[in-house]
């Protein structure tokens, strides 16, 4: 996961650059302990959860760099990926069940 970490820096540094403030040690924690809820939630096979988990965290890296409008975009985006998700796994249901 280090290289997701540095990789993760590098985005958000430049992102807060643009908007005149760099991204601290304290911007990464919620994120940094999202990551290891995600790697947690993997361990234990929860594997949708580890998927909400992920949407969150790009949430999160998104509202580091204070672009409203990419934080409003993604969240747009992932809300849109979790209601599709939602009616896939009502039809696999549906199809499993007749």
Same mark, same amino acid.
Do not use: G, Q
């Given at each position: 996961m280090l290289g997701m970490k540095s990789l993760m820096a590098i985005l958000i540094w430049q992102g807060c650059s643009n908007w005149g403030r760099k991204?601290?040690?304290r911007d990464f924690d919620r994120p940094r302990k999202s990551i290891d809820k995600a790697e947690h939630l993997c361990k234990e096979g929860k594997e949708t959860d *580890?998927?909400?988990q992920n949407f969150d965290l790009h949430v999160q890296l998104a509202q580091i760099t204070r672009n409203t409008i990419l934080v409003d975009t993604l969240c747009a985006i992932t809300?849109?990926?979790t209601h599709m998700m939602v *009616? =896939?796994?009502? +039809?696999?249901? +549906? =199809?499993?069940a007749s």
């Open positions: 991204a601290t040690s *580890k998927i909400y809300e849109l990926l *009616k =896939i796994r009502i +039809v696999f249901l +549906v =199809i499993c």
